[in-house]
C-alpha cells in the first residue's frame, strides 16, 4: 500500500498549529513505514533538515511549481507517480483532481465565523478550497466533535463522511533544571503571573483577559500577566486596551517562544488561561496541564470538550467571571491541587502516537475499500 501526502504544512521553519500536526503525523508514519506500508510525501520544497530523514519506505518527491502548486503541479505529480492507493491532506487544502481517493483534515471554520480575521487571499482560498476539499473527499478528519459539528452545520456534510480523531500534544520535560533563563528574561516569578499562548487577534479573546487581569490586580498587584504569540489580524485593538488599562509594566507581550522556555513558563505559571471565542482544538490547555499548569478556560466551541473536568470554565464575554475563576486558582491550594490532578489525567486520553495511528487505520481503510 501507497499512501501520498502533502507535507508541507511542516516543511517550515517555526512549526505551529497545523504544522506541527502535521510534522508529528509524518514523524510517525516514518516509524510505521514498512514494504507493506509505504509513503511518498510530496512537497513544494526540498526537505528540511528537521523533517523525518528519508527511508526506503518514506520518501520525498520534490515538485516544483512556481505558481498553481495545488491546482496543476501538484495533480499531474500525482498522475505520474504511479500507483498511489489513497492520498491525504493534513491541512483542508487538496488537489482539484487525483488518482487516487483523497482524505482531507479539517482543523476549524474559524474563517466562516471570523472573516475579519484573515487576509483577503487566505480569505478566498479557505473559503473556496476548504469547501472543495470536503466536498472531494471520500474521508473527512475534524480534530474535534466541535469541528464536526461545524462541517455538518454550515455545508450539510454526511456525519458518516466525518471522523473525529483528535490532536495529540507534545509532553515536554517540565524541570529544566535551570537550562532556560525565560523568567529572569521577561522579569516575572514563580507563581506570580498569569499565562496566555496563541495568536495575537480577536478570536482569541485576549480583550477581555486584559480587563480581567485588570480587575485581580485590585487584589493581587504583584501579579503579572505574560501573552506568548505571534500578532495575527487585527490586533492593534488588543495592545490599546492594554494601554487604556495602564497595564503598561503588567502585561507582557512576546512573540514565538522556543519549546523549551514555554515548558518553562508553563511549569511556574500561578494559572494558565485560554478566553478563546473560538478553537478547533486548543493544544495550549493540553500542553500547560501536562506542565502541571492549572488551567482556566472559555466554555466554548472545542475547549469544554478537550478540558473535560480538568480546568475552571468562564463566559467568555465576562471579565468578571473570567477573574472570579483566576482568583479561585490563586487563592485557593485545594482548587490548584485538583485542576493540576485533573489535568495529569486528561492528558493521558491525548497523545501524537495515538492520532497518528487513529489516521492511519482510517487511511488504510479508505484505501482498501477505494472504488
Not at 507493506?36 to 528537521?50: G, M, S, T, V, Y
Not at 522556555?261 to 495550549?284: I, Q, R, W
Request: with cysteine; hydrophobic share 40%; aromatic share 10%.
Amino acid at each position: 500500500m501507497v499512501i501520498a501526502v502533502d507535507g508541507n504544512e511542516a516543511n517550515v521553519e517555526k512549526k505551529v498549529g497545523v504544522s506541527v500536526y502535521t510534522y508529528e503525523l509524518l514523524r510517525h508514519f516514518r516509524s510505521a513505514s514498512s514494504k507493506e506500508l509505504q509513503f511518498i510525501i510530496f512537497l513544494r520544497q526540498k526537505p528540511r533538515f528537521d523533517l523525518p530523514k528519508q527511508s526506503t519506505f518514506f520518501k520525498y518527491h520534490v515538485v516544483k511549481g512556481p505558481f498553481l502548486w495545488r491546482n496543476l503541479f501538484l495533480p499531474l505529480a500525482l498522475r505520474k507517480h504511479g500507483k498511489l492507493d489513497v492520498f491525504f491532506s493534513p491541512a483542508h487544502y487538496t488537489p482539484p483532481t487525483c488518482p487516487a481517493p483523497v482524505v482531507v483534515t479539517i482543523h476549524d471554520l474559524a474563517y466562516i465565523r471570523y472573516p475579519e480575521e484573515f487576509l483577503k487571499r487566505d480569505l478566498y482560498k479557505l473559503s473556496r478550497w476548504t469547501k472543495e476539499g470536503v466536498l472531494q473527499a471520500k474521508k473527512v478528519i475534524a480534530v474535534s466533535q466541535s469541528t464536526k459539528n461545524d462541517l455538518v452545520y454550515y455545508f450539510g456534510t454526511d456525519e458518516k463522511k466525518i471522523s473525529v480523531v483528535h490532536n495529540g500534544f507534545s509532553s515536554k520535560e517540565s524541570r529544566l533544571h535551570g537550562e532556560s533563563n525565560v523568567l529572569e528574561d521577561l522579569g516575572v516569578k514563580k507563581d506570580q503571573y498569569i499565562l496566555f499562548a496563541g495568536t495575537i487577534q480577536p478570536r482569541k479573546n485576549i480583550q477581555t483577559l486584559l480587563h480581567a487581569f485588570r480587575l485581580v490586580l485590585e487584589e493581587r498587584p504583584q501579579m503579572k500577566l505574560v501573552i506568548v504569540g505571534k500578532k495575527g489580524w487585527l490586533y492593534d485593538k488588543i495592545f490599546q486596551i492594554a494601554d487604556e488599562l495602564n497595564l503598561k509594566n503588567k502585561a507582557i507581550f512576546t512573540d514565538y517562544i522556543p519549546n523549551a522556555d514555554m515548558a518553562v513558563l508553563y511549569n511556574n505559571t500561578a494559572v494558565f488561561v485560554l478566553p478563546s471565542l473560538y478553537e478547533g482544538f486548543g493544544l495550549p490547555v493540553l500542553e500547560a496541564m501536562s506542565h502541571h499548569a492549572p488551567v482556566v478556560a472559555s466554555e466554548r466551541s472545542s475547549l469544554p470538550e478537550i478540558c473535560g473536568n480538568a480546568c475552571l470554565f468562564f463566559n467568555p464575554h465576562s471579565a468578571v467571571e473570567l477573574k472570579e475563576q483566576i482568583m479561585q486558582v490563586i487563592t485557593s491550594p485545594k482548587v490548584r491541587e485538583r485542576l493540576i490532578r485533573e489535568g495529569q489525567i486528561q492528558v493521558k486520553k491525548f497523545s501524537w502516537e495515538k492520532c497518528a495511528k487513529e489516521t492511519l487505520t482510517l487511511l488504510t481503510a479508505v484505501a482498501k475499500h477505494k472504488s
